[in-house]
């Protein structure tokens, strides 16, 4: 009924206090059992996260849509590619 709305619908997956590689391990876990299309966004503490997600998603096929540093970390909104 309302597929692509539901698609598009982002959950939240909180990595905060988690440093590098796992907050990149966990998301690549995560978005491997979401269907392609689907949101998700990432929370984060570690500093590194903002060269390494984007990294990720680029190497990985995914699309960072947005990405904005809140109080003590950073936030980053991913649609999940095609190919995982």
């Not at 309302?2 to 206090?17: E, I, P, T």
């Not at 690549?28 to 997600?53: C, F, H, N, Q, Y």
């Not at 849509?65 to 109080?71: D, F, L």
Request: proline fraction near 6%; include cysteine.
């Amino acid at each position: 009924m309302h597929k692509n709305k539901d698609l598009k619908r982002a959950s939240v997956y909180d990595l905060k206090g988690l440093n590098c590689p796992l907050p990149v391990l966990k998301a690549k876990k995560r978005l491997a059992t979401m269907a392609p299309g689907s949101r998700l966004w990432l929370e984060t503490t570690d500093p590194l996260a903002v060269i390494d997600i984007p990294a990720f998603c680029s190497d990985a096929g995914h699309q960072l849509v947005e990405t904005a540093a809140v109080s003590g970390g950073h936030r980053f909104l991913v649609e999940r590619g095609e190919a995982v």
